[in-house]
């Protein structure tokens, strides 16, 4: 079902001020926080028109059907993001059609990535996955697996390493929000400190996106906010 597409409009501006009320608010700009429309279940029409106004990057969480909107939108110049759990048959099609893949949790899969991206192509844009507790999903490494993931994703010449994710459980208010996030925001910054130049916290989804905006989130993940209730 394509969903109306003023609603849309209108749903895609309130997530905008939202987001802008949470920079003020942080004492952070408005550049440094980038909203990736997660477009998963929803047509590639919905997409088109999101587009529309000027929205750019798109998460999808399933392959087959990412892969179809993607050739359905190839005339627009979309940025793809692929954010749901990777296993190895599907490392190919990913390094070879998205820019980013925000959902890497594993050694092997970060090698596969990197030597499966075409030479033609930028390296593929990679966060690491990171569980922390009471994730709502199981993927993701351990907060102590981090440093020495990150040292042996850094070598990989066809994958670039620019931060860290996470999908964590709901919080039931803001303060316990900001307590999940946290742990990625101070380990971003052991990273910095430690000489990776990682410059992406991958956190925040349409019910938490102010608090992880207030951790230093700097990409969230939007659906439902702005593309109306998942089936
Ligand atoms: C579905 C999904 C989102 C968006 O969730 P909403 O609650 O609809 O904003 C964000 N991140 C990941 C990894 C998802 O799978």
Same mark, same amino acid.
């Given at each position: ?19 802008? @009320?949470?920079?003020e608010?942080?004492d952070?700009?408005?550049?440094s ?7 998963? $279940?929803? %047509? ?8 529309? /106004?000027? /929205?750019?990057?798109? +998460? ?13 939108? !190839? ?9 749901? %759990?990777? /296993?190895?048959?599907? $490392? ?12 890497v949790?594993?050694?092997?899969? !970060?090698?596969?990535?990197?030597? /499966?991206?075409?030479? +033609?192509?930028?390296?593929l ?7 922390? @507790? ?9 907060i102590?697996?981090? %440093? ?9 010449p ?6 860290? =994710? ?7 208010? =803001? ?8 742990p ?15 410059? $992406?916290? @991958? ?14 989130? $700097?990409?969230?993940?939007? +659906? @439902? ?7």
């Amino acid at each position: 079902m394509t969903h109306n597409i003023p609603d849309l409009k209108t749903r895609l501006q309130a997530v905008q001020q939202r987001i802008t @009320s949470a920079v003020e608010n942080s004492d952070r700009t408005l550049s440094s926080v980038i909203l990736l429309a997660v477009s998963k $279940t929803y %047509p590639a029409a919905d997409i088109r028109a999101c587009a529309a /106004q000027g /929205q750019r990057s798109f +998460g999808e969480n399933q392959l087959q059907e990412a892969l179809e909107k993607i050739e359905a939108l !190839a005339d627009l110049e979309l940025e793809w993001h692929f954010i749901g %759990p990777i /296993q190895s048959n599907k $490392t190919r099609a990913i390094a070879n059609h998205f820019q980013w893949a925000h959902s890497v949790d594993r050694l092997k899969i !970060a090698q596969r990535l990197s030597s /499966q991206r075409p030479a +033609g192509m930028p390296p593929l844009n990679i966060c690491l996955q990171i569980n922390i @507790s009471g994730e709502a999903s199981k993927s993701g490494v351990s907060i102590d697996e981090v %440093p020495s993931l990150v040292a042996a994703m850094n070598q990989l010449p066809g994958i670039r390493l620019r931060g860290l =994710m996470a999908i964590p459980a709901p919080g039931k208010d =803001m303060a316990q929000q900001r307590q999940s996030f946290r742990p990625l925001r101070e380990m971003l910054e052991n990273l910095n400190r430690a000489g990776y130049p990682l410059d $992406t916290l @991958s956190m925040g989804m349409s019910n938490d996106l102010e608090a992880a905006i207030a951790e230093g989130s $700097t990409m969230v993940r939007i +659906g @439902s906010a702005i593309f109306g209730p998942r089936n």
